[in-house]
């Protein structure tokens, strides 16, 4: 769906859609919207700005940070947001919809794709880290082996996570020796 400036300086959009998984692009592989993604929303112009306000709702897929089996977040958000018309004098490097640490979102030309407006919302709702649950185990170090499921054999248990992917690196080393 397209916010049209042209249309919205005739009148205010009112928004209810459902995007099926799969119908929008996150550009990322490290989530996945498992669960339509619901969006109530209304988009009006005033003066030059786009404002869009409203609620979406959706699950998204993660990865367990400690783990790395797939973790499903309920995500939920409000938004009141502003798009202010791009200045002509933008270089291209600089032309992105929104910094998302900054408040300030940019649209180029006649409008900007509610889409694009969602994948930015989604992507600030989740959390930065997921956790499959609390007393996650991890993967041993050592052998790779996912301790929520099963014991290794291994002397001690290394539960950094920053260790997990080399672990399950040398798990697919070893299946192939
Ligand atoms: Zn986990
Ligand atoms: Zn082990």
């Known amino acids: 769906m397209f916010l049209d400036v042209k249309e919205l300086a005739v009148h205010k959009l009112n928004i209810r859609k459902s995007y099926t998984p799969g119908n929008i692009d996150y550009h990322t592989a490290e989530l996945k919207q ?23 709702e959706t699950k998204i897929e ?6 790395l089996e797939p973790v499903v977040e309920d995500v939920q958000r409000h938004f009141d947001l502003f798009y202010s018309p791009l200045p002509k004098d933008t270089k291209p490097e600089e032309e992105r919809l929104k910094d998302l640490d900054a408040d300030i979102g940019f649209y180029k030309g006649d409008g900007l794709f509610l889409a694009d407006v969602l994948v930015e919302q989604v992507l600030l709702a989740v959390p930065m880290k997921a956790i499959c ?17 099963e ?27």
């Open 133 to 149: 649950r609390s007393d996650c185990r991890g993967l041993c170090a050592a052998c790779g082996a996912n301790l929520n499921h």
């Open 151 to 177: 014991e290794c054999r291994c002397e001690t248990h290394a539960t950094d996570p920053r260790l997990a992917p080399l672990a399950r690196l040398k798990q697919d080393w070893l299946k192939k020796q």
């Open 34 to 56: 498992v669960e339509p993604l619901d969006v109530l929303a209304t988009a009006e112009l005033i003066d030059s700005q786009i404002r869009i306000t409203g609620r979406l």
């Open 62 to 67: 993660l990865q367990c940070a400690r783990c």
